[in-house]
């Protein structure tokens, strides 16, 4: 197995320490998606927060490990792991299924007693607890239709058939955990809560992004950007310059 650094451990990856942080930004990626996809994100926040990444089991240095299957366990697993990372206020930050596991995820911190300075939900429409999502594919050449339709995988892996396989396993387990995934009926949270989303995202409508005003408790914002479901990699500083209002209080450029 991969050994990890000393600024990282099982489930979280630390790309850029910034020990002098006064707050700390926890990043959930999307299906099939890894640690490294925040890469650019904590290099443009580093210095005054402290980034860090989660990683999935399944991927990249964690290939060899079975898959995601249940999000409602890996919220639980994440939540143990970020209890030696509360010593700053956090932020959480999630995109697609990332929105999902990070809600879940501040729901346990908050359920502990601990505290969430704010919650940004990306390409995600409010969970439903009526009945799962059922909207996404399972079998293999459905994934990667869809894939290539959010356009937010490198086309070049879609066509390479050695590289295609080994991702696949964790792209099913993905799907398929967001599939079976259910909020309870009245599952919220008490920090505030932005959903961001593209005007043109057919996985996570406008209207349905909004949605997410029921899951919190209190303040809620709702931030629509030109694009569709991977709009983030296209407004990747209109992003970060949201996350940085709120985390530096600076100004945006």
């Given at each position: 197995?991969?050994?990890?650094?000393?600024?990282?451990?099982?489930?979280?990856?630390?790309?850029?320490?910034?020990?002098?942080?006064?707050?700390?930004?926890?990043?959930?990626?999307?299906?099939?998606?890894?640690?490294?996809?925040?890469?650019?994100?904590?290099?443009?926040?580093?210095?005054?927060?402290?980034?860090?990444?989660?990683?999935?089991?399944?991927?990249?240095?964690?290939?060899?490990?079975?898959?995601?299957?249940?999000?409602?366990?890996?919220?639980?697993?994440?939540f143990e792991a970020l209890r030696r990372w509360?010593?700053?206020?956090?932020?959480?930050?999630?995109?697609?299924?990332?929105?999902?596991?990070?809600?879940?995820?501040a729901r346990r911190i908050e359920r502990a007693?601990?505290?969430?300075?704010?919650?940004?939900?990306?390409?995600?429409?409010?969970?439903?607890?009526?009945?799962?999502?059922?909207?996404?594919?399972?079998?293999?050449?459905?994934?990667?239709?869809?894939?290539?339709?959010?356009?937010?995988?490198?086309?070049?892996?879609?066509?390479?058939?050695?590289?295609?396989?080994?991702?696949?396993?964790?792209?099913?387990?993905?799907?398929?955990?967001?599939?079976?995934?259910?909020?309870?009926?009245?599952?919220?949270?008490?920090?505030?809560?932005?959903?961001?989303?593209?005007?043109?995202?057919?996985?996570?409508?406008?209207?349905?992004?909004?949605?997410?005003?029921?899951?919190?408790?209190?303040?809620?914002?709702?931030?629509?950007?030109?694009?569709?479901?991977?709009?983030?990699?296209?407004?990747?500083?209109?992003?970060?310059?949201?996350?940085?209002?709120?985390?530096?209080?600076?100004?945006?450029?």
């Amino acid at each position: 197995m991969t050994s990890l650094s000393l600024d990282s451990d099982l489930w979280c990856r630390r790309f850029h320490p910034s020990p002098t942080a006064a707050r700390r930004l926890v990043c959930f990626p999307h299906a099939g998606g890894s640690a490294s996809f925040y890469f650019p994100v904590s290099a443009a926040l580093h210095g005054p927060v402290d980034v860090l990444a989660v990683q999935y089991p399944g991927r990249q240095d964690r290939r060899e490990e079975a898959g995601i299957h249940d999000l409602h366990r890996v919220a639980d697993e994440v939540f143990e792991a970020l209890r030696r990372w509360d010593d700053l206020p956090l932020t959480l930050f999630g995109h697609s299924m990332g929105a999902l596991v990070a809600f879940e995820v501040a729901r346990r911190i908050e359920r502990a007693g601990g505290r969430i300075d704010h919650l940004f939900l990306s390409g995600r429409k409010g969970p439903s607890a009526d009945r799962p999502d059922a909207s996404h594919p399972v079998d293999d050449e459905g994934i990667v239709a869809e894939l290539k339709a959010m356009s937010g995988t490198d086309a070049r892996l879609l066509e390479d058939e050695e590289l295609l396989g080994m991702v696949l396993p964790a792209l099913r387990g993905d799907y398929r955990a967001v599939g079976a995934y259910r909020a309870d009926r009245d599952a919220a949270v008490s920090c505030p809560v932005t959903a961001l989303v593209g005007d043109q995202d057919h996985w996570a409508p406008v209207p349905e992004a909004a949605r997410w005003r029921d899951r919190t408790t209190a303040a809620f914002d709702l931030k629509v950007f030109p694009g569709g479901h991977f709009y983030l990699t296209s407004r990747a500083d209109e992003v970060t310059a949201v996350l940085r209002d709120h985390l530096t209080g600076a100004l945006r450029a």
